[in-house]
């Protein structure tokens, strides 16, 4: 199954399909991006002993399928010396898949707004104006262009963000733009993660 299979219940939930939350599997696939984009290799390391702890809680583990660059969550079980044998799993369907490069998945765009609306209202209660208009805009632009997380955002998508998308289309105030670069870092806070610039 993807990461952006809805829930068969059609309720909003933490989970993809009974096992594995959606927070945790939000959360690896920020911590494989910040690790991919992390300035030496202990940082690195760091961040997959991280997701490595996170999906340890539910029995899974992970992996980088690099013919399609997609991150692949699934069951500790299905290792055998090291090795997933996929012709000896009944259930594949138990796998969660997350791509790493490119767009997600329009049809998910209800599940992304909830989630980067959620961010924006955590930027504002704690930090207020104009960093919460900033956040906005950010959640717009990610979940317009990429229909994923802002949270999930990398080096190269914040800095389109900031240097392209924020001052054509977000029509900032001087107090915005002065601002905005906190206002990413808020947001990266409230997801509890780093900002990868």
């Known amino acids: 199954m993807t990461a952006e299979e809805p829930d068969r219940t059609g309720e909003a939930t933490d989970e993809w399909d009974g096992e594995l939350p959606r927070s ?3 959360a690896a696939e920020r911590l494989t991006r910040l690790a991919r984009e992390a300035v030496d290799d202990a940082e690195a390391d760091a961040y997959r002993a991280d997701r490595a702890d996170r999906l340890d809680e539910h029995g899974f583990t992970a992996r980088v399928r690099e013919d399609d660059d997609t991150l692949v969550l699934h069951p500790d079980e299905w290792l ?11 259930d594949t369907d138990r796998a969660v898949e997350v791509s790493l490069s ?9 599940a992304v707004e909830e989630h980067n609306a959620a961010l924006v209202e955590a930027v504002a209660e704690e930090h207020g104006e104009p960093h919460a208009a900033n956040a906005r805009a950010f ?14 955002a990398s080096a190269d998508e914040v800095r389109e963000f900031l240097e392209e998308y924020f001052p054509r289309n977000a029509w900032p105030s001087e107090e915005q733009r002065d601002a905005v670069m906190a206002s ?5 806070e409230a997801a509890d993660g780093r900002t990868p610039l």
């Open 24 to 26: 945790t599997v939000e």
């Open 80 to 90: 055998e010396d090291g090795t997933v044998r996929v012709d000896r799993i009944e």
């Open 102 to 110: 490119g767009a997600g998945d329009p049809d998910d765009w209800a």
């Open 139 to 152: 959640a717009d632009f990610m979940g317009n262009h990429y229909a994923r997380p802002m949270d999930s």
């Open 184 to 188: 990413v870092r808020y947001v990266f």
